[in-house]
């Protein structure tokens, strides 16, 4: 059974850190694309960044650049999104996905991923 949990949301104060971790289990990660996506509120959900754990290529949506940071621990099945300098604006519900090489994955087209996990709340206030 393939299983995604995210976990390390939370609550922090504009400007502060929190590192989400994406634990898979199930399947091995290294052959996929693992994305983070986040659903703020009152809008549709939306890609945030990727990693292709093959080759470790990254991509990021502007809005994150230079604060969010993809990364992996393949021994562990875990991909991290390190988010930095955080605003009132990231607060979301942050998903992780995976999806196998396949057109539009990197650009975040939901339809292409297979699986997803739960999510976990992410909240940026004063």
């Known amino acids: 059974q393939v299983v995604l949990v995210e976990s390390g949301g939370g609550t922090v104060q504009p400007g502060g850190s929190l590192r989400l971790s994406c634990a898979a289990s199930g399947f091995t990660f290294s052959t996929l694309y693992v994305s983070w996506f986040r659903q703020r509120p009152g809008k549709e959900r939306e890609g945030v960044a990727y990693?292709?754990?093959?080759?470790?290529?990254?991509g990021y949506v502007d809005a994150v650049k230079g604060r969010f940071t993809i990364s992996s621990d393949e021994p562990k099945d875990t991909v991290y999104l390190q988010m930095n300098a955080l605003k009132p604006d990231d607060t979301a519900m942050y998903f992780c996905?995976?999806?196998?090489?396949?057109?539009?994955?990197?650009?975040?087209?939901?339809?292409?991923?297979?699986?997803w996990g739960q999510g976990t709340q992410v909240t940026v206030s004063s």
């Open positions: 996905a995976v999806a196998w090489p396949r057109d539009g994955v990197t650009d975040f087209v939901q339809q292409q991923y297979d699986y």
């Open positions: 990693i292709f754990l093959r080759d470790g290529r990254t």
